[in-house]
């Protein structure tokens, strides 16, 4: 009795304990969400949402601040990153789990996850010296893509890896007993199984490759006002123009960095939003039928 | 960086609080009167990084001469520094530009003072292959970091290089990628001195033409310069002679080609206008032997220090910077205040209420 009294007891402190942890995690989210907006409101009155949104001439001098060429940064590279990144990753997620020999796999797993420990600074000042000016890249949108799709290389690999691995064996092994070559058995298989779940991946690598700070502020040299389509051509992004910038705002140009943080915030969570919706009904679609 | 000032400054206090208090335990003796007793202070600042090498110098032979004071300088920017003295957060800031006039009232600790510390110049450094000795006047800079001009070999440099030959390379302009006191005063010197051709304005962040590059710190700017042949952008002079660039001797104001040494920034100090409050501005300064891009940055306090020891422990450190401390600056590349501003900041120091 006594036994079960201490039982109850640490069940529910452990239950209210698990709570609060999850509660604090929302409360942390909102406050931050509640307080960058307020201190963003002074830009967002001297502008107009729309006009901070849609207008392209950033001046501090003038105490004008339109967002678009630093929207367009941000999407830009990121789309690099992952046109490059998720042939890539898919790529060695297939080669480790169909194709490459037992003894090879933990290896090339284990190189993967190094790559994905390697602080951003350290990808950011080697696409300084080595991208810019071996490669003749410059400082740009392009080296800025580039160094982003390592670093989301990794993130993409491993979740497809995971996702791939859960396509049941007797399905594989139906196709190939069907005749099916390798690649037959991929197409047929594997990929109606996961295909969801690479999109979650390939989707959760692009919000890394969004909100990526120093690394895009090292390379991407740095320029206002751009919106082109020419990736060699110095740009800037959202979380770059933040980090270069804060340290001699004043008080408008502060706000307007901080609006700049806020927007991010909104774009990357409609991002993953997105992909969960995605990931959801393709599941639901495989599950269906 | 930050971080770790931060950190140590709390370990430190949180030591001088287990101490036992030494002397009579009556009760009444309470921390302020330990420390004055031989404990520790710490004081701490923040702001420029153009003045942090010197603060780096300074802080290690006066408190080698003062180990009861212990003194922190973290950078971050001028707009940092004011900002966290606004919040008396720091004990001082260290600033290349004054506050705003409508700032001001939100200082939470009232009057400030300002003291100049050093001058310092702002190189046009290049990279450019057979071409040691190269000048230049306001008026081809400014077309030259607009993006006017795009060769080495126009009619504009040859005019300020009479009897240089001049290579056709195209000319790669190189820029500060964060917000900058150099670039603010930089853009100043174009704006004031460049005869209308200068149309981005003055700021810390200037809108640059696209086809420009962009490096972080002046360490980054020098580093483009040193890796692209045809290059120009303005280094601080340390970091200019640290890259081992080769920099332009500039025309100033009275017409004359000057090269930045610690004697022709000192006597841009000289000729300028100096308000009661010590403030001024060293670009463009008269005079025949004055380099025109010469900048300044202060130390700035407030006038009622709250804490005494803290209070004498700041006012004692800015004597130093500004009287002994002036002889650490021609090794680090800045040069000392001339006499006359020196003479006005040592007066001011009775300001600064303990």
């Known amino acids: 009795m006594d036994l079960r009294g201490k039982r109850a007891y640490a069940d529910t402190a452990f239950r209210w304990l698990v709570i609060g942890a999850a509660s604090l995690v929302l409360l942390i989210l909102a406050y931050i969400a509640v307080s960058m907006t307020g201190r963003a409101l002074p830009v967002l009155q001297h502008m107009g949402v729309l006009e901070f949104i849609k207008s392209k001439r950033w001046s501090p001098a003038d105490q004008l601040f339109g967002a678009l060429p630093f929207i367009w940064g941000t999407l830009f590279t990121a789309a690099i990153a992952v046109a490059i990144a998720v042939p890539i990753s898919l790529g060695v997620a297939l080669f480790v789990t169909q194709i490459a020999p037992r003894r090879w796999r933990m290896p090339i797993v284990y190189v993967m996850d190094l790559l994905a420990v390697v602080p951003s600074v350290v990808f950011g000042l080697w696409g300084v010296m080595v991208l810019s000016q071996h490669f003749h890249l410059g400082r740009s949108f392009m080296t800025a893509g580039i160094i982003l799709a390592i670093m989301i290389t990794p993130i993409i690999t491993s979740l497809a890896r995971e996702v791939i691995e859960t396509t049941p064996q007797n399905e594989k092994e139906a196709a190939l007993a069907l005749g099916a070559t390798k690649w037959e058995m991929i197409k047929g298989a594997v990929w109606p199984h996961s295909k969801g779940g690479l999109v979650g991946a390939v989707m959760l690598g692009l919000g890394r490759a969004m909100g990526e700070t120093i690394a895009v502020a090292l390379v991407i040299g740095s320029s206002l006002g751009q919106i082109t389509l020419h990736a060699l051509s110095p740009g800037n992004s959202m979380p770059a123009v933040i980090a270069n910038e804060w340290g001699e705002a004043d008080d408008l140009h502060k706000s307007a960095l901080i609006a700049l943080a806020v927007l991010l915030f909104v774009i990357t969570i409609a991002v993953n939003l997105v992909a969960n919706a995605i990931v959801q009904r393709s599941i639901a679609r495989s599950r269906g039928k | ?354």
């Open chain 2, 1 to 354: 960086m930050t971080w770790l000032a931060i950190l140590s400054v709390a370990l430190i206090s949180s030591c001088k609080k287990n101490q036992p208090a030494t002397g009579g335990g009556s009760g009444s003796a309470s921390a302020p009167m330990v420390t004055s007793g031989g404990g520790a202070v710490t004081i701490n600042g923040s702001g420029s990084t153009f003045q942090k090498a010197f603060q780096e110098s300074a802080i290690e032979a006066f408190t080698k001469a003062n180990p009861n004071i212990k003194i922190n300088y973290g950078g971050g920017g001028s707009g940092k520094g004011r900002q966290d003295l606004a919040d008396m957060v720091v004990d001082f800031a260290g600033a290349d530009a004054p506050y705003k006039d409508a700032d001001l009232a939100k200082n939470k600790g009232g009057e400030i003072l300002y003291f100049p510390i050093l001058l310092g110049a702002i190189t046009l450094s290049y990279n450019l292959d057979g071409v040691d000795k190269l000048q230049l006047s306001p008026e081809t800079a400014a077309k030259i970091f607009q993006r006017d001009i795009k060769k080495w070999n126009d009619p504009a440099i040859a005019a300020d290089n009479p009897g240089v030959k001049l290579p056709a390379t195209d000319i790669v302009v190189a820029h500060r990628a964060d917000g900058s006191g150099t670039t603010e005063n930089f853009t100043a010197w174009l704006d004031q001195a460049g005869g209308g051709n200068w149309k981005l304005k003055s700021g810390a962040t200037v809108e640059w033409p696209a086809d420009t590059q962009a490096g972080q710190g002046n360490s980054g700017v020098a580093q483009i310069i040193t890796s692209t042949k045809g290059a120009i952008g303005y280094v601080d002079q340390s970091d200019a002679k640290a890259s081992g660039l080769h920099y332009a001797t500039v025309k100033n104001a009275a017409g004359k080609y000057i090269e930045p040494t610690a004697d022709s920034v000192s006597a841009a100090g000289a000729g300028i206008d100096v308000k009661d409050n010590l403030l001024f501005s060293a670009i463009n300064a008269k005079g025949d032997t004055s380099y025109p891009i010469t900048y300044q940055t202060w130390v700035i306090v407030y006038a009622k220090q709250t804490d005494k020891d803290k209070g004498a422990a700041v006012k004692n450190y800015i004597k130093y910077l500004i009287t002994d401390g002036q002889k650490l600056l021609p090794e680090l590349d800045f040069a000392p205040l001339p006499k006359p501003l020196q003479d006005k900041a040592v007066a001011q120091l009775d300001k600064i209420q303990v």
